[in-house]
């Protein structure tokens, strides 16, 4: 999740100069210019000699404020890119280079092509009818993804050990991580009852069959748009995706609703000929089961981030709005 609230510092000398040489293969880097959102990584649009535009992210350096699962986490989002590539449909884009070494910057570094459009969410106003129809090919996109299967469950780079075999062995190891950085920055996030709703619902956990391709974060901040007519354009930053659940892109597109999905995002998925469970018991708890993870990450990144502002208040009570609503349901 990002904020669009964050401003972009001045690219630095020595930034714009290793840049330059992580492109070097594409062209002679002419013109940088950090872009504003992210609360993870940082990202600059990279201009080239020959009219090139391309998009350079890297990550931010493990130094002992990562959560456990960001580790090496942006190297996901090349993955999830190049597995989309052969699908243009997916709207994502393409991986030109990746660097990491992590001699040129401190953290990794994906070079991708420019999307096209501007952030959904500074884009033009929609009327409640052109909404809707956004809202129902998202979630057609998000069918299209899910049919994208791994062959193991859990984050997607592959040396995480936060992977399994089963979603619930994998889902568990997910959340025991989360648990263990909540208790490392002293986050009270009601660890125990967050244990008894996993061991309450594996039976719903279980009925996850197919690790399906799930980009997490599929709010409007990371879907581009055309200016002028709202038309989805692209898809961006899948580096928190992971091999599981597809519910968990229903929360990751409106991560403080409370209520289930919109109606439209749920039509324009199940018009993509994908099912989902919504509506049954097992469904629901998954859905909660999906909303509480959310919840855990937005509540404990506050403290390793060291967010501050005159929004951060009002953030974490939304945050927390979702924690418990999701930790009652559940039971």
């Given amino acids: 999740m990002n904020d669009p609230r964050l401003s972009a510092a001045p690219v630095l000398d020595d930034v714009r100069a290793a840049l330059a040489r992580i492109v070097a293969p594409l062209g002679d880097l002419t013109g940088v ?44 989002e090349a993955i999830v890119y190049r597995l989309a590539e052969p699908h243009p449909d997916l709207l994502m884009p393409r991986v030109l280079l990746t660097d990491f ?10 070079v991708a092509s420019h999307a096209r459009g501007v952030p959904a969410d500074q884009g033009p106003e929609l009327t409640a009818a052109t909404r809707a129809t956004r809202r129902r090919r998202l979630g057609a996109l998000m069918g299209r993804l899910h049919t994208l299967h791994g062959d193991r469950f859990g984050y997607i780079e592959p040396g995480t050990p936060l992977r ?92 403080f609703r409370l209520g289930p999905p919109p109606a439209d995002l749920v039509a324009g998925y199940r018009a993509s000929g994908a099912d989902l469970p919504l509506g049954t018991a ?46 009652d349901r559940l039971g």
Wanted: hydrophobic content about 45%.
């Fill in 282 to 327: 097992d469904g629901d708890a998954r859905y909660a089961l999906c909303q509480l993870m959310m919840g855990l990450v937005m509540l404990i990144e506050v403290v390793p981030r060291g967010y501050h502002g005159d929004w951060l208040e009002p953030h974490l009570a939304s945050v927390r709005a979702l924690h418990a609503s999701a930790l």
């Fill in 164 to 255: 399994g075999a089963t979603w619930p062995e994998a889902f568990g190891r997910m959340v025991e991580a989360l648990l263990a950085d909540a208790r490392r920055w002293e986050v009270d996030v009601a660890a125990d009852r967050v244990r008894a709703a996993l061991a309450t619902h594996a039976d719903a956990l279980a009925t996850v069959e197919h690790p399906s391709l799930v980009h997490a974060d599929l709010w409007p901040g990371n879907l581009f748009v055309d200016p002028d007519s709202g038309e989805l354009t692209a898809v961006i930053d899948p580096e928190r995706g992971f091999w599981g659940d597809p519910l968990f892109d229903l929360v990751g597109a409106d991560p």
């Fill in 33 to 76: 210019e950090p872009l504003t959102g992210g609360m993870f990584a940082t990202t600059y649009r990279v201009d080239l000699a020959d009219g090139t535009r391309v998009v350079a992210k890297t990550a931010p350096p493990d130094d002992g404020q990562l959560l456990t699962h960001e580790r090496d986490l942006i190297r996901s």
């Fill in 101 to 110: 070494s992590r001699t040129e910057l401190p953290g990794d570094v994906v």
